[in-house]
């Protein structure tokens, strides 16, 4: 019996967990130790931004850091300038309610993509705590803390409720994060279920559960008395998103492909939503939990190959599912124009205030690719078609977009000949620099498996 060969695929850590995991190893009192830390661009935004509030952070190996932490935001040292955040707006925008909390004023700005995101909704998850903050006509700089953290004396016990109005992870972290410094019981909510990496993290350093992680709880509440954050040791387990370019990946290649295997795997069911479109497309993916660390389910999956004449199947997105996979929407697309049928996504105008508007780069690289495609205000209506392949050479732009260049490498599997270029590709350093040579071995692998597969025949 012929066994089907495994190509394994190794992961830096959950970028949106790391974040988190310096950020609270910031807080806590004592050294932690961060193990598993990928080199992207936006890591070294937050490493870099912490350094600046005078917290020590030395690397301990390549992907190993330790940091000395100042216990508690009152903790921080006032800047000497604005803290640089980079292209990364999980970095400016949980600083920001961080720092909402100190008795100094701090600026945060990045660079000019960065710039042009909307900051003006951080507002929300601040002004309930009775903290203000600046922007500059609605994006960075930005300013926090000082005279417009008013509330940060206040000694009742006044419930809190902060409503984010938004299912947004990095609005709903924030208002956790301002939070920890006001003496009040707070209670944050939200409209859909989004990512809650804080909540399991912190429920975990704290040991106690701030939500009810078996059902779809919108709110989150933390104590009037905050106990004080411990120090951690934490392996920070592979991101999902990451996971998600190789199952687009496997999904565009021939059925002769090896099965795809990714171990120490962030599991968490609020970064799944690619893993049950993709199975709904006809993608057949097996998901394996093999641990809990710091609140995370942490496993296996594998992705196995397409069977011969099994096509892709388009699909319709609930307002959840979009919520559940907007990082990999540009993935969805990417998949929906190889797929049988049409495949509506609507409800995703967050994509238009990403990195780049990721509704209209993803329509303007894949018409030129000759995909039947429409953008809406909130999505796109993809007409695909599972025998579609393109020759000849073309160039799209990546805008600057970390996911825009990877979805069309990716899309390079489905060309018989001649050059897809990708404008200003090197910009997917910002959050997976090992893609790039990762790929070229799956692609070597899969030119070794096709000669074998035709010697044989």
């Not at 090896?258 to 120490?264: A, K, R």
Request: glycine residues 8%.
């Amino acid at each position: 019996m012929n066994q089907t060969p495994t190509f394994h695929v190794p992961l830096f850590g959950d970028k949106s967990i790391t974040h988190r995991a310096f950020i609270f190893a910031a807080l806590a009192k004592g050294e932690s130790v961060i193990r598993n830390v990928g080199g992207g661009a936006d890591l070294a935004s937050t490493r870099g931004a912490l350094r600046a509030l005078g917290v020590s952070i030395e690397r301990l190996d390549s992907f190993s850091w330790s940091v000395r932490g100042v216990g508690g935001v009152q903790g921080f040292q006032e800047p000497v300038e604005a803290l640089d955040c980079g292209n990364s707006g999980t970095t400016i925008r949980l600083l920001a309610g961080l720092l909402s909390g100190c008795s100094f004023p701090v600026t945060l700005s990045g660079d000019l993509s960065l710039c042009r995101r909307p900051m003006s909704r951080l507002e929300r998850a601040l002004s309930p705590l009775g903290r203000g903050l600046e922007t500059d006509q609605g994006g960075a700089p930005i300013i926090v803390g000082g005279e417009r953290s008013s509330a940060l004396t206040h000694q009742d016990q006044e419930l809190i409720i902060i409503d984010t109005l938004a299912a947004s992870a990095q609005l709903k972290s924030a208002a956790l994060l301002a939070g920890l410094s006001d003496p009040r019981p707070i209670v944050v909510r939200e409209s859909r279920l989004s990512r809650d990496h804080s909540e399991r993290m912190l429920s975990a350093l704290w040991g106690s559960e701030l939500k009810d992680h078996s059902s779809e709880s919108l709110q989150t509440s933390l104590p009037a008395l905050k106990p004080a954050l411990k120090s951690l040791d934490f392996t920070s387990p592979g991101d999902f998103s990451s996971a998600a370019f190789w199952i687009a990946i496997s999904a565009l290649s021939p059925p002769a492909a090896p099965t795809i295997t990714l171990d120490n795997l962030n599991l968490n069911p609020t970064r799944m939503g690619l893993y049950h479109l993709a199975s709904r497309m006809g993608i057949r993916l097996e998901a394996q939990v093999k641990e809990c660390r710091l609140g995370e389910p942490v496993g296996t999956l594998i992705i196995y190959p397409r069977a011969i004449h099994q096509p892709l199947k388009a699909v319709n997105l609930s307002r959840q599912e979009v919520v559940d996979a907007l990082d990999e929407l540009p993935l969805v697309a990417l998949l929906a124009s190889f797929a049988e049928g049409q495949t509506t996504v609507s409800g995703a105008r967050e994509l238009r205030v990403k990195e780049s508007d990721r509704i209209e780069a993803m329509t303007e690289g894949l018409s030129r690719l000759g995909v039947e495609i429409s953008s809406t205000e909130d999505g796109w209506v993809i007409n695909g078609d599972p025998q579609r392949s393109f020759d000849g050479s073309y160039t799209v732009e990546s805008h600057g977009d970390h996911r825009i260049a990877m979805c069309f490498m990716i899309a390079q599997l489905k060309q018989s000949e001649g050059l897809l270029s990708i404008v200003d590709a090197d910009c997917l350093e910002v959050s997976y620099p090992e893609f790039p040579e990762k790929y070229i071995q799956y692609r070597a692998r899969l030119e070794e498996i096709s000669k074998v597969s035709k010697i044989k025949a």
